[in-house]
């Protein structure tokens, strides 16, 4: 095995039919096999009594499931690396990240070892490491996708999404998950409007909007409690991790640093933060679905800025930015997909994100399709 593939699939597996070849994250239940969420905590719980409903999905519609894909411990991180698996190594980008927290479902993915791969996403842990590495994801609607036998087992945020190097294979893998889920054309060129960002003059960006202008992205929306979802979010998964690993701070030494670190800052946090952050959830929900009633697709950059080397990814300033408007969509619970744009002359990692109405999963999936056809004869241009 290469260094790629030992750090980004953790377990081998030869499960269901000739079909698509996919690889599922390491907290998602596979029968027989240990769920260990990227832990040293849990390497050597109890095997999984039975598949998780994704899993029973992949393999009733033909997939052939090859692997467990690595992760960031506990979910709970935005940089991929782990110090008890090993980081998996981002193939495009070898001295950056690979993102979190599912660093080995991308990787696997954008290192051509799989067709399309499982992550979940809770606060942009499939679309943000689906950037780092060069390829797309989707986060589907809240609660679309069947959450059992996937961990933590309780969450108000977590989606199980989709990572694949094209458009197309993302519908092929929503298809393959989600047995309701049948495409629907499009008849006519989606409405779509660009929220305004706070960040706009961020590295990489002003190539970005370009893009997003020429795709007819003319249209300009303000989302005002957009800063204040991405804290709420925080808030929120702060609470719902220190309440689903508290067991595993009884032996902190099994823990990694920075997720320990993380896990006891989230146990300070007080009723009174939660019940701001859920009005907030409730407020902001609101703002997008009065946006989306105007407008069929929103848009944003997908990352603030490009992702940190390993090396400026041990100052956690660098990293906390990256979900900026990404988790404000896990708090609201719309579907959103990104698609990866490099920029600039080192054609570093960047992309833009497409936020739809929920449960239009599989018009948003038709969009991107749209977009990325688009895309490939903006670049043509922009080149010629």
């Known amino acids: ?8 699939i953790i377990k081998t597996l030869d499960l269901g039919g000739d079909g698509p070849t996919v690889v599922v994250k390491d907290c998602i239940d596979v029968a027989g096999e240990v769920t260990a969420c ?8 109890a095997p999984a009594p039975r598949h998780a409903d994704v899993v029973e999905n992949l393999l009733s519609a033909g997939c052939h499931v090859i692997g467990k894909a690595n992760m960031h411990e506990l979910a709970y991180g935005m940089t991929g690396l782990n110090e008890s698996f090993g980081t998996p190594v981002n193939p495009r980008w070898p001295d950056r990240i690979p993102g979190g927290s599912s660093s080995g479902s991308a990787v696997a993915v954008a290192a051509g070892l799989c067709d399309f791969a499982i992550g979940t996403d809770t606060g942009g842990s499939v679309r943000q490491p689906a950037i780092c590495c060069g390829v797309f994801g989707i986060k589907p609607t ?15 945020l977590d989606c199980v999404g989709v990572i694949a190097r094209t458009a197309g294979n993302l519908t092929l893998g929503m298809q393959a998950l989600d047995p309701s ?19 706009d003059k961020a590295v990489g960006d002003p190539l970005i909007y370009a ?4 795709l007819g992205a003319a249209s300009y929306i303000e989302l005002p409690l957009m800063q204040a ?9 702060g609470h719902e991790a220190a309440k689903a690993y508290a067991p595993y701070m009884e032996t902190p030494e ?29 407020d ?25 080397t390993l090396a400026e990814a041990q100052d956690p300033a660098t990293v906390l930015p990256l979900t900026r408007f990404l988790r404000p969509f896990n708090l609201s619970g719309h579907p959103a997909i990104v698609l990866p744009i490099p920029v600039g002359p080192q054609n570093l990692p960047a992309g833009i994100q497409i936020i739809g109405r929920k449960n239009e999963d599989a018009e948003l999936c038709e969009v991107a399709e749209w977009l990325t056809s688009t895309l490939t004869a903006f670049k043509k241009e922009e080149t010629a």
Do not use: W, Y
């Open 1 to 8: 095995m290469t260094q790629t593939d030992h750090t980004a």
């Open 38 to 45: 990227g832990s040293a905590a849990l390497r050597e719980a």
């Open 142 to 156: 809240f609660g679309r996708i069947s959450r059992k036998g996937c961990h933590p087992a309780e969450s108000s």
């Open 181 to 199: 889920f049948a495409r629907t054309p499009m008849t006519r060129a989606p409405r779509v409007a660009r929220i305004k960002c706070a960040l």
């Open 211 to 214: 893009v997003m202008e020429g």
């Open 229 to 237: 979802a991405f804290e709420a979010g925080m808030t929120v998964i």
């Open 254 to 282: 099994k823990l990694g640093a920075d997720v320990r670190t993380r896990l006891e800052n989230a146990r300070t946090i007080t009723p009174d933060q939660l019940a701001d952050a859920e009005r907030v959830r409730r």
């Open 284 to 308: 902001f929900t609101a703002q997008v679905d009065a946006a989306l009633e105007r407008f069929d697709v929103l848009m944003t950059p997908a990352l603030p800025v490009v992702p940190p």
